[in-house]
């Protein structure tokens, strides 16, 4: 079983300053961990993914985030945002293996992030 | 743009009616995936087919069915409709040999569909 937490609903943030989505996650696989982005009335996005390699991924647009096993974690951050990111964010976890279908990732309830100029 | 095609838009009806969603997966994507997005459920996964075979299900309502054509594209079945279906339906696809799990997922625009 697994299961992903975005610990905030809401995330409001001035433009120019840092981001920071926090999101843990639960598996009893390693796991696969994706952040996708949703602008609205758009698809979502992938933002960025890590599959077993580097703990720190970057992604696009600036950002990035840090698999941390030890506190099931993978926060996503941004050093400065911009208007253009507000947007929804979800996180999601996976299985992690190869071939496995649709039903073995799990999305988050996403986060709002609203930027304030 | 992702290169996944859905019609319509938007879409509004009325309880007890049926309405198909029609999703066109990226060139070459032979995967294809529905999802179901709602204020109070967040973004759900209902079924997925791989080269016109379902693939997984998920909490797809008996109410709801989906196919796979040899061409690739896909629809979504909603019948039977009820105020509780109004949410927005997204259609995905991913590369050969990249399950979701590994790879990436192609969103389009979704849906919306409106039950009054």
């Known amino acids: 079983a697994q299961s992903v937490t975005q610990l905030d609903s809401h995330v409001s943030v001035s433009e120019g300053t840092p981001v920071l989505l926090r999101c843990n996650y639960s598996?009893?696989?390693?796991?696969?961990l994706f952040w996708y982005v949703q602008h609205p009335n758009k698809g979502l996005q992938l933002l960025l993914k890590?599959?077993?390699?580097?703990?720190l991924v970057k992604g696009i647009n600036g950002f990035e985030a840090e698999f941390k096993k030890s506190e099931t974690s993978f926060h996503l951050t941004k050093p400065s945002a911009h208007m253009s990111d507000a947007a929804e964010y979800f996180c999601?976890?996976?299985?992690?293996?190869?071939?496995?279908?649709?039903?073995?990732?799990?999305f988050g309830k996403g986060t709002h992030l609203i930027i304030q100029p | 743009d992702s290169g996944v095609t859905q019609t319509p838009k938007h879409l509004i009806t009325a309880t007890g009616q049926r309405v198909t969603l029609r999703c066109s997966p990226r060139s070459g994507d032979l995967s294809v995936y529905w999802y179901q997005q709602s204020l109070d459920q967040g973004l759900q996964f209902l079924i997925q087919?791989?080269?016109?075979?379902?693939?997984a299900k998920g909490n797809i309502l008996e109410r709801f069915s989906a196919q796979q054509f040899p061409d690739l594209h896909s629809e979504l079945n909603l019948s039977s409709l009820e105020l509780g279906d109004s949410a927005l339906y997204f259609c995905?696809?991913?590369?050969?040999?990249?399950?979701?799990?590994?790879?990436?997922?192609?969103f389009g625009e979704g849906s919306r569909l409106t039950v009054l």
């Open positions: 087919y791989y080269n016109g075979e379902e693939r």
């Open positions: 890590y599959t077993s390699a580097a703990t």
């Open positions: 999601v976890v996976s299985a992690g293996y190869s071939g496995g279908g649709a039903d073995g990732l799990t």
């Open positions: 995905a696809s991913s590369a050969p040999g990249l399950g979701p799990n590994t790879g990436e997922l192609f």
């Open positions: 598996s009893s696989y390693s796991p696969s």
